[in-house]
């Protein structure tokens, strides 16, 4: 009995220390939000919603990797940059890359400075016919209601675009100069992976022995409602983005009669490789980016969650989970049959990953061969792209960055991060020192389905919060 009694006590002063190392873990976590400093925001008029609503007009869109750009809507969209923006124009230098890509390049007092390099891109997805009812203005027409700004673009990513020419077209008449040479980067075919646009200006930046302090793309957002545990909306600056890679799964066979079916079926050979996949998901695993976001979000956090992120040694396997830390198995096209009574001599599917840093398209590819059968083959499909670097969080250019953010947007808590999506700014880690995702887009769990979806649309008050960041952000530079 006195044995038991002991053996019982001994695990309470376990439990209890180890309490105590949970709560002194916890207690130790501080803030890292900086302070927001004064600043004298720029008076915006209400004119800017009507250049966004003529941006929307011009269908850019990309369609697919082989589709032919639309000439008539690029150059159509060239011409009303040009129109509607004339001092940017006068100032700065523009050069086509790739025909319908553009760089322009406004030049600062002092070239010993490193350049920075601000990007949007032009293009937009299309617009399925069947959901045209379903939005609230025709995707195309540039709607302005008494809040919002309708179509396709005004998310996703011509707001960011014609916002930077905004703020610049008003520092221009200001008499602003900057001290580095600032080059803004404007893509055509981000949404079909950015091979003829942003990877054809890296190239030509890196040509010219360009090397920048940092480049700025989307990618990063106001998120409100999205952080469980924090009420205030959370700036997210993501520092690093997933790869991207599709593999098609083939199988195979002679085919037959269904009514004579063989043991190994063609279809049932391909969904099997598919559940196999499922079921052997890649590991969670605590990556640079990650760790960032834990870092900063965890201070902010309601006490019994900030425990939790103060001790990742003990619990970090739910929290990586909830965050999607891993590369993702998602099958997402499938193809196979001609008739209900054939048996198919082939059968397709395309399995999509998003590559966590640590991991490549080659390890992935190794993975599924491994995985499944080695009677379906395995073969790469369209655009690949490993994931990206991370960029540091101690850099001037982050911290001017972050104390932009803080100063403009006061009531939002700055998080460094991961975007499980991609972005054209992977191709500028050659020429930068380091590369960031963010423009003020405020995003909910209600709106966030509007991304490439039905009935996109951007306030017009949060429209103008991302004219006077951009503004605010050149300007920042030149304290540096």
Do not use: C
């Not at 009694?5 to 309470?12: A, M």
């Not at 760790?291 to 019994?304: D, H, K, N, S, V």
């Amino acid at each position: 009995m006195k044995k038991i009694t002991k053996i019982f006590l001994g695990l309470i002063i376990l439990v209890l220390l180890l309490a105590a190392v949970l709560i002194f873990n916890a207690l130790r976590m501080e803030s890292k939000q900086v302070e927001p400093q004064p600043i004298q925001p720029v008076t915006i008029s209400d004119d800017v919603f009507q250049n966004l609503s003529k941006a929307i007009q011009f269908q850019t869109i990309s369609f697919s990797e082989d589709a032919i750009p639309d000439s008539v809507a690029f150059n159509g969209f060239h011409a009303f940059l040009a129109e509607t923006f004339p001092l940017v124009h006068q100032t700065m230098s523009l050069t086509k890359i790739s025909e319908y890509s553009l760089l322009y390049t406004w030049e600062g007092s002092d070239l010993a400075k490193k350049p920075i390099i601000l990007m949007s891109h032009q293009d937009v997805v299309p617009v399925d016919v069947p959901t045209m009812e379903m939005w609230e203005a025709a995707p195309f027409e540039g709607i302005i209601t008494e809040d919002h700004i309708i179509g396709r673009g005004t998310m996703d990513d011509k707001s960011s675009l014609i916002a930077l020419f905004e703020s610049a077209e008003m520092l221009i008449k200001e008499g602003f100069v900057p001290n580095q040479t600032i080059y803004f980067a404007f893509g055509h075919d981000e949404e079909v992976g950015g091979a003829n646009g942003a990877a054809k200006i890296a190239d030509y930046l890196e040509e010219k022995g360009i090397r920048a302090a940092f480049t700025l793309d989307e990618g990063g957002m106001i998120a409100e409602g999205m952080v469980p545990g924090i009420d205030q909306p959370v700036s997210m600056i993501n520092v690093a983005e997933k790869g991207f890679a599709s593999f098609k799964l083939i199988v195979e066979t002679n085919g037959g009669h269904s009514s004579a079916p063989p043991r190994e079926n063609t279809i049932g050979m391909l969904a099997q490789a598919i559940v196999d996949l499922e079921n052997n998901q890649r590991p969670y695993r605590l990556v640079d980016p990650v760790r960032y976001q834990l870092e900063y979000l965890g201070p902010e956090m309601p006490f019994a969650q900030k425990v939790a992120f103060a001790n990742l040694w003990l619990l970090k396997g739910p929290i990586l989970k909830a965050l999607n830390s891993h590369t993702t198995t998602a099958p997402t096209i499938i193809d196979g049959g001609v008739k209900n009574n054939v048996i198919p001599t082939v059968a397709e599917a395309t399995i999509n990953f998003r590559i966590l840093q640590g991991e490549t398209i080659e390890s992935v590819q190794e993975h599924i061969e491994n995985t499944i059968s080695d009677k379906v083959r395995v073969e790469k499909s369209g655009f690949l792209t490993n994931p990206s670097p991370s960029s540091r969080i101690d850099s001037d250019s982050y911290k001017l960055l972050e104390a932009t953010v803080r100063s403009v947007f006061p009531e939002t808590v700055v998080v460094p991060g991961l975007i499980g999506g991609g972005t054209d700014s992977r191709y500028f880690y050659k020429i930068s020192d380091d590369v960031y995702r963010y423009y003020p887009l405020r995003i909910s769990p209600e709106t966030m389905s509007r991304f490439h979806g039905i009935d996109e649309k951007i306030s017009k008050e949060n429209y103008k919060e991302i004219i006077q960041f951009t503004y605010q952000l050149m300007k920042k530079f030149n304290e540096i």
